[in-house]
């Protein structure tokens, strides 16, 4: 079981940079396959990227390769997610989940609540 809250979220310009956290709860962090999704207004919720329970492996989606970079640090019990270069259409809520057992999905049963992400054209 684990607790998931994001924050870091806001509005900035086409072109900037924005960088989220997602807190966890406990001290099992290391456990869960960590994972960052987004939804669009009228959109169905997409995923963003997600890293390995010890960071060795993470995986992009073809929207956010190479300007998004996820991240962990376990001590901390926290994943990042480093948004650069951003456009208009990164616009969304995100979202961060967790999973003890594969990289996350849409049926991973833990998510935080959400932090928006605004970027202004």
């Known amino acids: 079981q684990v607790q998931l809250v994001e924050s870091g979220g806001g509005l900035v310009q086409a072109g900037g940079s924005l960088r989220l956290s997602c807190a966890a709860s406990?001290?099992?962090?290391?456990?869960?396959?960590m994972g960052w999704f987004r939804q669009a207004p009228g959109k169905e919720r997409e995923f963003v990227a997600s890293i390995s329970w010890t960071g060795v492996t993470t995986y992009y989606a073809d929207s956010g390769k190479g300007r998004f970079t996820i991240s962990r640090d376990n001590a901390k019990n926290t994943a990042y997610l480093q948004m650069n270069s951003l456009k208009p259409e990164d616009t969304a809520v995100y979202y961060c989940a967790a999973d003890r057992h594969q990289r996350p999905t849409p049926r991973s049963d833990y998510w935080g609540q959400g932090t928006q992400v605004t970027v202004s054209s």
């Open positions: 406990g001290r099992t962090f290391s456990s869960y396959y």
